[in-house]
């Protein structure tokens, strides 16, 4: 129901064109599921197109400029770039599976030696050697009917990370899936697909990151599946430092069962266009979700988060923190929704946006939104949107702190509510390095925390 | 130390100091009393660098340098200190770390070699001693959740780290009982020397029962209209400030508003 600029045919043409162009190289045997699967994203796309600012989703988000850029993906994996060049992160992991312009690159990827029955790898090699674990749960939990950059992702699935976890199996150490887009001097796409399912009272952590050349126009549009078993806890961290020219449209969701614990927490420092939609169902008794957020766009950076949480069964508590700083022009969404289902009695939910505007041209859209349809619940919502307190500042500076000194200080102060809540240290350390880097005189920083 | 000449301030287009003088020499401590709105705070407020007031006459001289060119910053690192009336909640950055920056910050500009997280938390020790600092108050963030007496303690341990030359005290015992004040008391008491003056400002006689000044100063409608010594301040806590201020009809003598300031 797009309006004829984001859904015409002259728009949409190109981006079919390339479906048909894949399509024709895909392997004969490809499992019917998926076959089937793809058919219904790209019909999807093509009978909705892009949406458009009149649909409720997208009333803030203008993607005209995305739909027609001529992104195109690259055929192979050409490598010419180490990922230590790129990537400001890196950690002691069990696993790390690296990903050039969304092609496996099996050279730079290090699987260690994992428990019995797990299954740690790309998702092209999975849909082959593991079918039946792959079908049961590809494509089954992140909607793409609205969402025309899922249906684009779900109708190009190649490949991307593939994790299985057996029951009661513990890993100790994180892994790591690193997607690395490499630089051409024409746009370029990435579609990567990732399926994560832990099985019953099973532990891990998981890092997603993306990263890019400084410069380089491309569009990462990636779908991340993860999946609970009862009882299972996952950690989940998605960072992401995209060139300020990238389009970054992804889409994950987290399925929760029965006194399952998952915490997931996203990190937009990149993009010239990032979209995330993160969705959450708590499908079972006890089952608890914590979903926090950090941006901080500056220049002409966009950011956009949609999150919706879906209650359906009773005694199950969400959580909620996005916390955005925003610098000259840069602009942010927020859209959380609460959906408590009728069954869904107990539900303790809460959710809270809260921005931080330095500059005058910063904009903010935040909308957050309860839908309850049970009676015994405790649901809390807000939304704050404010600049560095004035008072604060001056109280820092009467005792000694240099003005630049004591907005770092305070910028980084609002955002440690955010950073307090990272369990796994090297993320946290690495969070706070980035943002001593990136605050000017951010040395105050190490000096007073 | 600190010479005030005629000073008028102006805020949101109405004269709040209509030409304050005052003098204060090294070692002094000069108690500012009067009725709510005579203009206590603004004057503490622009002698630490709050920026909202325009300064159309008079000036102040810190060491023989125009103050009011200073930053902030640059006034703490030159030893000027104000205790707050409403110490300002900080949440996520921590009392002690924040309060270790600032003393770095003051200590390079004085050309002093900065301290590391350990040698500060010994040299804190016995100011937190001085004025009964709990342990948690220092990990937490800046005065938040502090209650009102913890809050002005905390002013006053700050003070006593950072080693001013001249410390305000803006109205330091409002909402305090007797044991904070005394506390608070005895840490100002036990920093006085030759060197170091105090400008006291205050509502209440009360404190300065506790802190003994050498010059009480009666500011009224923005001048100071009268000064003498501490008994100063025990005839005003007997007969109130009705009687020191002008009577209406002397009022004729307003300015002109100047444009937005």
């Known amino acids: 129901?797009?309006?004829?600029?984001?859904?015409?045919?002259?728009?949409?043409?190109?981006?079919?064109?390339?479906?048909?162009?894949?399509?024709?190289?895909?392997?004969?045997?490809?499992?019917?599921?998926?076959?089937?699967?793809?058919?219904?994203?790209?019909?999807?796309?093509?009978?909705?197109?892009?949406?458009?600012?009149?649909?409720?989703?997208?009333?803030?988000?203008?993607?005209?400029?995305?739909?027609?850029?001529?992104?195109?993906?690259?055929?192979?994996?050409?490598?010419?770039?180490?990922?230590?060049?790129?990537?400001?992160?890196?950690?002691?992991?069990?696993?790390?599976?690296?990903?050039?312009?969304?092609?496996?690159?099996?050279?730079?990827?290090?699987?260690?030696?994992?428990?019995?029955?797990?299954?740690?790898?790309?998702?092209?090699?999975?849909?082959?050697?593991?079918?039946?674990?792959?079908?049961?749960?590809?494509?089954?939990?992140?909607?793409?009917?609205?969402?025309?950059?899922?249906?684009?992702?779900?109708?190009?699935?190649?490949?991307?990370?593939?994790?299985?976890?057996?029951?009661?199996?513990?890993?100790?150490?994180?892994?790591?899936?690193?997607?690395?887009?490499?630089?051409?001097?024409?746009?370029?796409?990435?579609?990567?697909?990732?399926?994560?399912?832990?099985?019953?009272?099973?532990?891990?952590?998981?890092?997603?990151?993306?990263?890019?050349?400084?410069?380089?126009?491309?569009?990462?549009?990636?779908?991340?599946?993860?999946?609970?078993?009862?009882?299972?806890?996952?950690?989940?961290?998605?960072?992401?430092?995209?060139?300020?020219?990238?389009?970054?449209?992804?889409?994950?969701?987290?399925?929760?069962?029965?006194?399952?614990?998952?915490?997931?927490?996203?990190?937009?420092?990149?993009?010239?266009?990032?979209?995330?939609?993160?969705?959450?169902?708590?499908?079972?008794?006890?089952?608890?979700?914590?979903?926090?957020?950090?941006?901080?766009?500056?220049?002409?950076?966009?950011?956009?988060?949609?999150?919706?949480?879906?209650?359906?069964?009773?005694?199950?508590?969400?959580?909620?923190?996005?916390?955005?700083?925003?610098?000259?022009?840069?602009?942010?969404?927020?859209?959380?929704?609460?959906?408590?289902?009728?069954?869904?009695?107990?539900?303790?939910?809460?959710?809270?946006?809260?921005n931080l505007l330095l500059s005058r041209d910063a904009l903010v859209h935040s909308q957050p939104q309860l839908l309850i349809f049970a009676d015994d619940v405790k649901c809390t919502h807000g939304s704050t949107v404010g600049e560095l307190d004035q008072e604060a500042l001056f109280y820092l500076r009467s005792r000694g702190i240099g003005e630049e000194e004591a907005r770092s200080l305070l910028i980084y102060a609002f955002a440690s509510e955010f950073i307090e809540r990272i369990e796994f240290s090297p993320v946290k350390k690495d969070l706070e390095k980035f943002l001593i880097n990136r605050l000017p005189h951010g040395e105050i920083i190490r000096q007073a925390m | 130390m600190l010479e005030v000449k005629n000073l008028h301030a102006w805020i949101e287009g109405k004269e709040i100091l209509k030409g304050l003088n005052l003098t204060v020499k090294p070692g002094e401590v000069h108690a500012i009393m009067g009725p709510n709105g005579s203009g206590k705070s603004t004057f503490s407020q622009i002698l630490a660098g709050r920026d909202f007031y325009h300064i159309p006459e008079g000036e102040v001289l810190y060491e023989g340098r125009d103050l009011l060119e200073l930053s902030p910053e640059v006034r703490a690192r030159e030893g000027i200190f104000m205790a707050f009336q409403y110490p300002v909640e900080i949440a996520g950055v921590t009392n002690a770390y924040f309060l270790k920056a600032a003393l770095n910050a003051i200590r390079r500009h004085r050309g002093e070699p900065e301290v590391d997280a350990f040698d500060f938390l010994e040299m804190i020790q016995d100011k937190m001693a001085l004025v009964q600092m709990d342990d948690t108050l220092l990990k937490r963030s800046v005065n938040e959740g502090f209650s009102g007496g913890e809050k002005k303690r905390n002013e006053i341990f700050h003070m006593a780290v950072l080693d001013p030359k001249l410390a305000i005290l803006d109205e330091t015992d409002s909402g305090l009982d007797i044991d904070a004040l005394r506390i608070v008391a005895d840490g100002v008491n036990s920093m006085r020397d030759p060197e170091r003056s105090f400008i006291v400002i205050t509502h209440y006689q009360r404190l300065l029962s506790y802190i003994v000044p050498d010059f009480v100063h009666v500011l009224v409608d923005g001048e100071i209209v009268q000064s003498g010594g501490k008994e100063l301040a025990l005839e005003l806590e007997e007969r109130g400030y009705a009687w020191l201020v002008k009577h209406p009809a002397d009022e004729n003598h307003s300015e002109p508003v100047p444009d937005q300031v």
């Open chain 1, 1 to 354: 129901m797009g309006l004829p600029d984001v859904a015409s045919s002259v728009i949409l043409g190109p981006w079919l064109d390339e479906y048909i162009e894949f399509a024709s190289r895909l392997p004969q045997n490809e499992p019917a599921a998926l076959a089937q699967l793809r058919n219904r994203a790209i019909a999807g796309f093509r009978e909705n197109g892009f949406p458009s600012t009149a649909l409720e989703a997208w009333r803030s988000t203008d993607i005209s400029e995305i739909a027609q850029t001529p992104y195109r993906r690259v055929p192979s994996a050409s490598v010419n770039t180490s990922p230590v060049d790129v990537v400001p992160f890196s950690y002691v992991m069990c696993g790390e599976l690296v990903f050039f312009d969304g092609h496996y690159a099996q050279s730079f990827s290090s699987i260690c030696d994992l428990p019995e029955d797990a299954v740690l790898g790309n998702l092209r090699d999975a849909i082959r050697t593991d079918p039946d674990k792959v079908q049961t749960h590809l494509g089954g939990y992140v909607p793409f009917e609205e969402n025309a950059f899922a249906a684009l992702n779900t109708a190009f699935i190649k490949d991307g990370a593939f994790l299985h976890i057996p029951r009661d199996t513990v890993m100790k150490e994180p892994i790591h899936l690193l997607y690395l887009t490499t630089g051409h001097e024409n746009p370029t796409a990435s579609y990567p697909r990732n399926l994560i399912v832990v099985g019953e009272n099973s532990q891990v952590t998981i890092i997603e990151s993306y990263a890019g050349p400084e410069h380089g126009s491309y569009l990462t549009c990636p779908v991340t599946e993860i999946v609970a078993g009862e009882g299972a806890e996952i950690e989940h961290y998605k960072i992401q430092h995209e060139s300020a020219e990238a389009a970054h449209m992804a889409s994950q969701h987290i399925y929760l069962s029965r006194k399952s614990h998952v915490v997931s927490q996203s990190m937009s420092f990149g993009g010239g266009y990032t979209r995330n939609d993160i969705g959450a169902t708590l499908n079972g008794e006890g089952a608890d979700c914590t979903l926090n957020g950090l941006y901080l766009p500056s220049g002409t950076q966009f950011v956009d988060h949609h999150i919706s949480v879906e209650h359906t069964r009773p005694g199950c508590r969400s959580f909620q923190l996005f916390k955005g700083i925003l610098e000259d022009s840069a602009r942010a969404v927020f859209n959380g929704l609460i959906h408590v289902h009728p069954d869904a009695q107990q539900t303790s939910a809460d959710q809270s946006n809260r």
